[in-house]
């Protein structure tokens, strides 16, 4: 998978803009300036990729981005407090709307701030994501903002800081040196491989079920032909004038 040949599809402010799901999608959640525009732009090598911003709350929609058979989806940073009630409910139907579709989201990235314990948007977050059985890892971004010794640090706090965090794949990263980009690739090949050769598989049983009736049928056809059932129906359905010794109409 060349990731530097993903492109931008589009941006919508409200989910009933969103046209249907065609493939898996990995969506990026996280809170305002938390390093998503960055870390996507480093994930796939393209500097202009996901608009950067240090004003926080720039992205107020989703956006989306395709790769070969695979989307990824940009979601809007929540905890933005310099934004009306208004916008901030847009924002929260727009994110929930979209996890809770019927969309095929084959993984949720959830960005927090690795010099800092989760925000309590963080927490809810992470919340909704384990009620909602949502598979997702935890990205840890700026790290390189810490030394060594911070970093082992804010790794071991958070173990208590982050609820069943024993048992959540995190992943620390820097956008800024690229450090930890190549897992988040790997997990993107390993679960878009998966997805395929799923989906593969379903078309094979599908055609195998098609198959097996075809079968079935011809079985059918080949038993009545030889016991006279079947030129007995066929004798009947014809006129008395039309119809001669041995003939099936077929």
Not at 13 to 27: N, R, T, V
Not at 80 to 90: F, I, N, P, Q, T
Not at 200 to 219: F, K, L, M, P
């Amino acid at each position: 998978m060349n990731f530097q040949n993903v492109r931008f599809e589009a941006s919508y402010g409200l989910f009933s803009q969103i046209p249907p799901c065609e493939m898996p999608e990995f969506a990026f959640s996280g809170r305002s300036n938390v390093g998503k525009s960055s870390l996507i732009n480093k994930l796939f090598n393209r500097k202009q990729l996901a608009r950067v911003s240090a004003m926080p709350g720039k992205t107020t929609t989703i956006n989306f981005f395709r790769l070969e058979d695979v989307r990824f989806a940009d979601l809007p940073g929540y905890g933005y407090a310099k934004v009306s009630k208004k916008e901030k409910a847009r924002w929260s139907g727009l994110i929930g709307d979209y996890l809770a579709s019927d969309r095929d989201i084959a993984l949720v990235f959830q960005l927090i701030d690795m010099r800092h314990p989760p925000t309590k948007d963080d927490l809810t977050m992470i919340d909704y994501l384990v009620e909602c059985e949502m598979p997702f890892v935890i990205v840890l971004t700026k790290m390189d903002k810490l030394s060594r010794r911070e970093q082992k640090e804010r790794l071991a706090a958070l173990q208590t800081e982050i609820p069943y965090a024993d048992q959540i794949t995190i992943l620390p990263v820097s956008s800024e040196t690229g450090e930890g980009m190549q897992a988040i690739r790997d997990i993107i090949e390993e679960l878009s491989g998966q997805e395929q050769a799923e989906k593969e598989a379903r078309s094979a049983q599908a055609v195998s079920g098609e198959e097996d009736e075809t079968q079935e049928a011809i079985r059918l056809f080949q038993e009545s032909v030889r016991s006279g059932q079947l030129e007995g129906e066929w004798q009947e359905r014809l006129p008395v004038r039309q119809r001669k010794r041995g003939e099936t109409c077929l």
